[in-house]
């Protein structure tokens, strides 16, 4: 597993792509999504997901809806018409950010 410090700064860009390939996830569905692309090496704690779920959503990148399911409820999130762009553009930043730590640490890649 990647340490916290490694991992916090992705962690946004990682929850929006996730998000914008699925019609809507509720918190710990996103979690375990996460958990089993990167085969156990990136793992969202509850404490990092929900503050940033929050934040997106009061910056209209995603809006919620709630089923109830028995006596529970769930929250599902999904991505709004103006959060595609911010994916976008998140999508390419960390693309971009890819390629210029691979200068460093693969110094034969070139930039595209």
């Known amino acids: 597993m990647y340490s916290k410090e490694l991992t916090k700064g992705t962690l946004r860009p990682i929850i ?3 998000l914008s390939q699925h019609d809507k996830m509720y ?5 375990q999504k996460v958990k089993e692309l990167t085969k ?11 503050p940033i779920l929050h934040k997106l ?3 209209k990148v995603l809006e919620t809806e709630k089923v109830y399911i028995g006596k529970r409820v769930r929250k599902y999130y999904s991505v709004t018409k103006s959060g595609k762009q911010v994916i976008a553009e998140q999508t390419n930043q960390i693309n971009d950010f890819i390629n210029t730590l691979s200068l460093i640490f693969n110094p ?3 930039l595209k």
Do not use: Q, R
């Open 108 to 110: 034969k890649t070139t």
């Open 57 to 59: 959503e009061s910056n």
């Open 40 to 50: 156990g090496k990136i793992d969202i704690s509850e404490g990092a997901l929900y």
């Open 16 to 18: 929006l792509k996730l």
């Open 27 to 31: 918190g710990y569905e996103i979690t």
